[in-house]
């Protein structure tokens, strides 16, 4: 059972190996840097390194920023990279490794409200001890949070539990874990066992030669059952449905705790945690009456082994850098003439960037019906990034005319689905065909979807596709293509022949006249295997 989070806050012991680097004279002034550890609230050693700006003193104390690390990975200890950047802005830092990585000790346990979260509440404490850090009230430090993906889940994780954090800018993280990896009860099988190896591989043993002594932990045994269950079922047991679904910010964001303004970071072509959840984040804490900015980029968990449909282009990295300072100075600095930008601020796929005060509320509808019968064996996928299908269905959504069409946001299709066998996957991607018939699925992305119970009465399926960022220029046409396979997801083990009939929504703008247009049906939620409204996909987002 979750306790209440001022229980959680353990106090700070155990400081060793303090290591600190000094200025060698006032005219080159070097941030001071120290490591250490803190205990967790179970005895579990956190490694950390802490970064002082020159400038800052008890008398002139400065805001800290946490920043820590990817799945895998380990603490920067450096003032390069963001922490360095972060300092020459006039910022304290403190990195960690998270527990079960790096030199840190314990088991991994995917940014656990259990665990993770409570490591980084004894690593608040620790900076609320420092007197060059600023501080809102007794161990209260004026703080944000930054970084990606694993560094993105526990931020929002912990905001939710921790109403000390005043800001946090998460790139590239999720909202509803389930969907991520086990969208309408598909294992994506390829980044499944991307990161299982990856997890695997740099957990054990790393720290056994820790400076502060050995640490030994790995991943959490309910991750390698979760692994064997999908090579050997295809699917999870319901105790390790439950256990990865607990890791999902969306049971905890609404909770009341949160008070950290959101500046959320999403790439359009990640393929493991894709847009909906930046979208799903964006909306969730806007709706709670806290400011949050949406920044899609071209980009995210990308491993397309022919190339990603989209180009980052020059400069992205110093744009989404300049929207996390700005939005540091705001809200940690006070700086009230610091610019928070646009509402929403995307990439297309060529690496231009636009701006909008909304997503979308325009869709176009079409519609696509056939038999798919299943190949078993996949044709079409990279492992980890979709590829067009040279089978199954295919329809035509819309032609662009003279002026090109953005689509922004997340379509949805409702599917009547009947056959025959015990059940049926679905895959639906939506593609780019220029005039010299080239085909890009959109943002590399596919939604799976498993129908059970095959009969000759059909099934209503409604399912949220992949949120993409695209524009389908003068005479390019967008296709819906739905087929049985696909390589980065699992496939049905099973025969069956499946007669699908499928209404497409999509959310566009620039649409030509003439083009049918409607609102959007409900969506079929991923992890619950309900259906609910899709508005919020397509309305212009509530403002707190």
């Given at each position: 059972?979750?306790?209440?989070?001022?229980?959680?806050?353990?106090?700070?012991?155990?400081?060793?190996?303090?290591?600190?680097?000094?200025?060698?004279?006032?005219?080159?002034a070097?941030?001071?840097?120290?490591?250490?550890?803190?205990?967790?609230?179970?005895g579990?050693k956190?490694?950390y390194?802490?970064?002082?700006?020159?400038?800052?003193?008890?008398?002139?104390?400065?805001?800290?920023?946490?920043?820590?690390?990817?799945?895998?990975?380990?603490?920067?200890?450096?003032?390069?990279?963001?922490?360095?950047?972060?300092?020459?802005?006039?910022?304290?830092?403190?990195?960690?490794?998270?527990?079960?990585?790096?030199?840190?000790?314990?088991?991994?346990?995917?940014?656990?409200?259990?665990?993770?979260?409570?490591?980084?509440?004894?690593?608040?404490?620790?900076?609320?001890?420092?007197?060059?850090?600023?501080?809102?009230?007794?161990?209260?430090?004026?703080?944000?949070?930054?970084?990606?993906?694993?560094?993105?889940?526990?931020q929002?994780?912990?905001?939710?539990f921790?109403?000390?954090?005043?800001?946090?800018?998460?790139?590239?993280?999720?909202?509803?874990?389930?969907?991520?990896?086990?969208?309408?009860?598909?294992?994506?099988?390829?980044?499944g066992?991307?990161?299982?190896?990856?997890?695997?591989?740099?957990?054990a043993?790393?720290?056994?030669?820790?400076?502060?002594?050995?640490?030994?932990?790995?991943?959490?045994?309910?991750?390698?059952?979760g692994?064997?269950?999908?090579?050997?079922?295809n699917?999870?047991?319901?105790?390790?449905?439950?256990?990865?679904?607990?890791?999902?910010?969306?049971?905890?964001?609404?909770?009341?705790?949160?008070?950290?303004?959101?500046?959320?970071?999403?790439?359009?072509?990640?393929?493991?945690?894709?847009?909906?959840?930046?979208?799903?984040?964006?909306?969730?804490?806007?709706?709670l009456?806290?400011e949050?900015?949406l920044?899609?980029?071209?980009?995210?968990?990308?491993?397309?082994?022919?190339?990603?449909?989209?180009?980052?282009?020059?400069?992205?990295?110093?744009?989404i850098?300049?929207?996390?300072?700005?939005?540091?100075?705001?809200?940690?600095?006070?700086?009230?003439?610091?610019?928070?930008?646009?509402?929403?601020?995307?990439?297309?796929?060529?690496?231009?960037?636009?701006?909008?005060?909304?997503?979308?509320?325009?869709?176009?509808?079409?519609?696509?019906?056939?038999?798919?019968?299943?190949?078993?064996?996949?044709?079409?996928?990279?492992?980890?990034?979709?590829?067009?299908?040279?089978?199954?269905?295919?329809?035509?959504?819309?032609?662009?005319?003279?002026?090109?069409?953005?689509i922004?946001?997340?379509?949805?299709?409702?599917?009547?689905?009947?056959?025959?066998?015990?059940?049926?996957?679905?895959?639906?991607?939506?593609?780019?065909?220029?005039?010299?018939?080239?085909?890009?699925?959109?943002?590399?992305?596919?939604?799976?979807?498993?129908?059970?119970?095959?009969?000759?009465?059909?099934?209503?399926?409604?399912?949220?596709?992949?949120?993409?960022?695209?524009?389908?220029?003068?005479?390019?046409?967008?296709?819906?293509?739905?087929?049985?396979?696909?390589?980065?997801?699992?496939?049905?083990?099973?025969?069956?022949?499946?007669?699908?009939?499928?209404?497409?929504?999509?959310?566009?703008?620039?649409?030509?006249?003439?083009?049918?247009s409607?609102?959007?049906?409900?969506?079929?939620?991923?992890?619950?295997?309900?259906?609910?409204?899709?508005?919020?996909?397509?309305?212009?987002?509530?403002?707190?």
């Amino acid at each position: 059972m979750l306790e209440c989070p001022q229980r959680w806050r353990s106090a700070v012991a155990a400081m060793t190996l303090s290591v600190t680097v000094l200025a060698v004279s006032p005219a080159h002034a070097a941030p001071a840097i120290t490591n250490g550890y803190v205990t967790s609230f179970d005895g579990t050693k956190i490694a950390y390194t802490y970064f002082l700006p020159d400038a800052a003193t008890a008398g002139a104390p400065v805001p800290v920023v946490f920043d820590t690390h990817g799945w895998g990975g380990n603490r920067t200890t450096t003032a390069t990279g963001m922490p360095g950047k972060l300092l020459s802005n006039g910022y304290a830092v403190l990195t960690w490794d998270a527990r079960g990585f790096g030199d840190s000790g314990g088991e991994a346990n995917v940014d656990s409200a259990d665990y993770e979260v409570r490591d980084v509440q004894a690593l608040i404490d620790f900076a609320a001890s420092k007197p060059e850090v600023l501080k809102d009230g007794p161990g209260d430090p004026r703080m944000g949070m930054t970084g990606g993906s694993y560094a993105g889940g526990i931020q929002l994780m912990t905001a939710s539990f921790d109403s000390r954090i005043d800001a946090i800018a998460p790139e590239i993280a999720w909202n509803d874990l389930i969907r991520s990896l086990k969208p309408n009860g598909v294992l994506k099988l390829g980044w499944g066992s991307v990161l299982y190896a990856s997890g695997t591989a740099s957990s054990a043993g790393y720290g056994l030669d820790a400076p502060g002594g050995p640490q030994t932990g790995g991943l959490s045994p309910m991750i390698h059952r979760g692994y064997a269950e999908g090579l050997a079922l295809n699917d999870w047991s319901p105790e390790t449905h439950a256990w990865f679904d607990a890791r999902g910010p969306e049971h905890y964001l609404g909770l009341g705790t949160l008070r950290a303004p959101a500046l959320i970071i999403q790439g359009a072509s990640d393929t493991l945690f894709n847009l909906n959840e930046g979208i799903d984040n964006y909306n969730t804490i806007r709706s709670l009456g806290l400011e949050s900015r949406l920044v899609v980029f071209c980009g995210g968990h990308t491993l397309a082994v022919a190339g990603s449909t989209c180009t980052p282009g020059a400069g992205q990295r110093s744009r989404i850098d300049g929207r996390i300072f700005s939005w540091f100075d705001r809200y940690l600095k006070d700086n009230l003439e610091a610019d928070l930008g646009p509402d929403v601020e995307y990439q297309l796929q060529d690496g231009t960037w636009a701006t909008s005060s909304s997503l979308p509320g325009i869709t176009v509808t079409a519609k696509a019906e056939g038999v798919l019968v299943n190949q078993i064996a996949p044709t079409s996928g990279t492992g980890t990034a979709a590829t067009p299908s040279p089978d199954g269905i295919k329809s035509t959504v819309l032609t662009a005319g003279a002026d090109p069409v953005t689509i922004l946001g997340v379509p949805t299709v409702r599917a009547e689905v009947s056959g025959a066998g015990a059940e049926s996957y679905l895959f639906f991607k939506l593609v780019d065909v220029a005039p010299d018939g080239t085909q890009k699925v959109l943002d590399d992305q596919v939604t799976p979807v498993k129908v059970t119970g095959l009969s000759l009465d059909a099934q209503t399926v409604d399912v949220e596709l992949a949120g993409v960022s695209w524009r389908l220029d003068p005479g390019h046409t967008l296709q819906l293509q739905i087929a049985s396979t696909s390589s980065d997801y699992a496939s049905s083990r099973l025969p069956s022949v499946t007669n699908v009939e499928a209404a497409l929504n999509v959310p566009a703008s620039g649409v030509a006249t003439g083009t049918k247009s409607g609102s959007s049906g409900p969506c079929r939620d991923g992890r619950r295997g309900v259906t609910r409204g899709c508005e919020r996909a397509t309305r212009p987002a509530a403002r707190g």
